[in-house]
């Protein structure tokens, strides 16, 4: 009975997790039906301010700020379609399926910069030593080049697949940890996160 029990819950987790999300719960113009995961969402785009002036409005007003976000992005207010909004659907669809972990792929680390950002110019996927009771871990490199160069650094601290962001270079809101470095072994080359490697 357990390992029944067992079986439904996990398979009702990897469904959940894996799901192509071609049919996301949408409001009329927004991408969710959920205003928590709507605002979740925009906050990729927002700076403080913004978000500080959101959380003062109610309900209503929320649904409104929000809807105000994706007419500003349309960048053909002519067509019938926000195109802006159609590519951040579809970096939804992607990172749902490329970096789900324990949670939906846009919700995380990787997913953020990948809505926000898309793919980036160059991914430097690499490795850390083993030293003393360290065990290896993966860590990835994203470099791109849009208005400036900008570097995010992941690690996989628990080597499950579930890569966190540690450092980035070239992006104010950012925010890169204080221990990004203690994270990294002796070998790491720091000239990794420069644009012209």
């Known amino acids: 009975m357990r390992r029944v029990l067992f079986f439904i819950i996990l398979s009702g987790i990897i469904i959940g997790i894996s799901a192509d999300p071609v049919s996301l719960p949408q409001k009329e113009g927004h991408v969710f039906s959920n205003l928590k995961d709507e605002y979740k969402l925009v906050s990729y785009f927002l700076n403080t301010n913004q978000k500080l002036y959101y959380t003062k409005l109610d309900t209503q007003n929320k649904w409104e700020y929000l809807s105000a976000f994706w007419e500003v992005q349309d960048p053909n207010p002519e067509t ?45 996927e690499l490795t850390t030593e083993h030293i003393s009771t360290l065990k290896p871990k993966d860590y990835q490199i994203w470099k791109y080049v849009i208005s400036n160069y900008q570097t995010y650094l992941f690690i996989d601290l628990q ?29 790491f080359d720091e000239e990794s996160l420069h644009y012209w490697r």
Not at 93 to 112: A, E, L, P, Q, V
Not at 159 to 187: M, P, V
């Open 80 to 124: 019938e379609d926000n195109e802006f909004q159609q590519e951040i659907i579809s970096r939804i669809k992607y990172t749902n399926r490329h970096f789900s972990h324990f949670i939906k792929g846009w919700k995380t680390d990787m997913g953020k910069v990948y809505i926000k950002l898309g793919e980036p110019f160059e991914v430097l």
């Open 159 to 187: 080597q499950h697949g579930d890569f966190r962001f540690i450092f980035c270079d070239g992006d104010e809101q950012g925010g890169s940890k204080e221990y990004w470095e203690n994270l990294l072994d002796a070998t």
